[in-house]
């Protein structure tokens, strides 16, 4: 007998379609299908963003596993007879970690697995935890350096095969969207070309989403700083070029 438990932004799953949208039912049967053929690599068989829990009630075994980027967290905290696994770690611990918070506000980087809270741990990107009845282990599934490097003759090709994923990657998170999609403009390179590109699928394949940009201005800057941060220029631009509906946020001496 399994249990699984899931937080779930897939856009490809072994042989399920997911753009039929399956029920949760369905999606968790195809997981535990590809878990039973390999348990320790199964998550290279989804794509998408996810937080997997899978429990083996006749085995006592406990797997849990976030995506390759960590973009869904599964935290987690073991003491010696119980063990607590959470999406929120307040709902585990509200005590906070002071050490992890110094870290962070003098500008030190934290482990991956450390978090705010006392003795609560997060799974690391690309990593599967594994409790058994006498065994604790985290091994990793993924490592972006095992991906076979592709070489083109010349730099057109290579630009041709960027825009073929860097398009592909974008429809396919449109299509997990509801009618209305919002986007993050700052006007730097990355938001718009992400913006324009979803626009230009919009048109070009009848998507009839509505798409909508937000963006933030720092008022509360110094003259000579909202000189160099501010991108507005940049977000106008975006905005007139491509015809989309565009909303300002004005941020003054906060935070």
Known sequence: DFIIFSKLRLTKLHNLDIEKKPSKYEVHKHILDIFLRDKNFFPTKIFGSFAIVIIDKNNNQI?????HMNT???YFKITDNSVLLASDPRKISKDVNEESLRKFLTYVNIEPHETFFENV???KQSHILRI???NISIRKYYSFSDIKKTRFKNDEDYALEFKEIFSNSVLNQMKLCDQDISFSLSGG?????ILCEAHELNQGIKLEKNLHAHSAIFRGLSKADFALADESYFIDSVLQYKKISGNTVTIANQG
């Not at 390179?189 to 070309?193: A, E, G, T, V, Y």
Request: charged share 25%; hydrophobic share 30%; aromatic share 0%.
């Open 63 to 67: 797997s849990a596993v976030s995506d």
């Open 72 to 74: 869904m967290q599964i």
């Open 121 to 123: 741990k997060k799974i």
């Open 132 to 134: 058994e009845q006498n």
């Open 189 to 193: 390179l990355d938001s718009s070309s």
